[in-house]
């Protein structure tokens, strides 16, 4: 029997987990300090896009929808093209969580042609992984680990260490749920040294446990155990008592 599965999300809201769901790269919202004033249309939609960032965070996915529904319409009116390319991303998480796939799907590609058009490299690394995501939960796993290895290579590209190190812990995970334990324990690895490199004590942990679930399913149940005592040893470090 598989043993349980815990992911993280990144890069915005790295403390949130969603059990064995999926821990794919997720990006939200664009930090407050990025928000442009343009006009008072772009300042609303901010508002707006801020209030369904709050509800995100309590998991009213809902109300937060409604919220960048809203704000969506408002970037659009003012023209304001990066807003409406992170709004429609932040939507497409939204439908994704309510397993809305199709849906979440048409968003994101809609956010990734924007922001391949404005030239947001990091946006676009983002986007990406947030594609894989999604078809790693339609069980598509060839075109999840397809949208997974650009994302990856485009993270390499801008020197995004930490999501480098997110991303290879995913394409690990679908390696994982196609059976090959080989390159999946051969990206867990990269990650780990990565999430070390980086002081990433969370992520170290959860690597650390995922490298065991390998372990076990390789039958190598001495190294299982010994990855699962390090990521236990570091979560209770942590303070991370879920």
């Known amino acids: 029997m598989s043993l349980p ?3 993280t999300l990144g890069p915005l809201i790295t403390s949130l987990t969603l059990g064995a769901v999926s821990g794919l790269t997720l990006e939200v919202v664009r930090p407050a300090t990025a928000w442009a004033q343009t006009d008072d249309l772009s300042t609303q939609a901010e508002q707006l896009l801020e209030e369904g960032l709050q509800l995100y965070r309590v998991s009213e996915w809902q109300q937060a929808l409604e919220k960048w529904q809203q704000a969506l319409d408002l970037y659009r009116q003012a023209s304001d093209r990066a807003g409406e390319a992170d709004t429609l991303g932040n939507i497409g998480i939204i439908y994704r969580l309510l397993g809305d796939y199709p849906q979440a799907l048409d968003y994101q590609a809609q956010s990734l042609a924007l922001k391949r058009e404005l030239g947001d490299r990091a946006g676009e690394a983002n986007t990406l992984g947030n594609i894989g995501i999604i078809y790693d939960l339609l069980g598509d796993y060839p075109q999840a680990l397809d949208y997974q290895e650009q994302s990856l290579a485009l993270k390499r590209e801008l020197g995004d260490r930490a999501g480098e190190a997110i991303t290879l812990g995913n394409i690990g995970i679908i390696y994982e749920k196609l059976g090959d334990y080989t390159q999946a324990l051969d990206y867990y690895d990269q990650s780990l040294a990565l999430k070390r490199e980086l002081g990433d004590r969370a992520g170290e942990a959860i690597t650390l446990g995922n490298i065991g679930i390998i ?10 155990l010994d990855y699962q005592e390090q990521s236990l040893a570091l979560k209770r470090e942590l303070g991370d008592r879920a």
């Open 5 to 7: 599965r815990c992911f």
């Open 215 to 224: 372990y076990d399913l390789l039958g190598d149940y001495p190294q299982a």
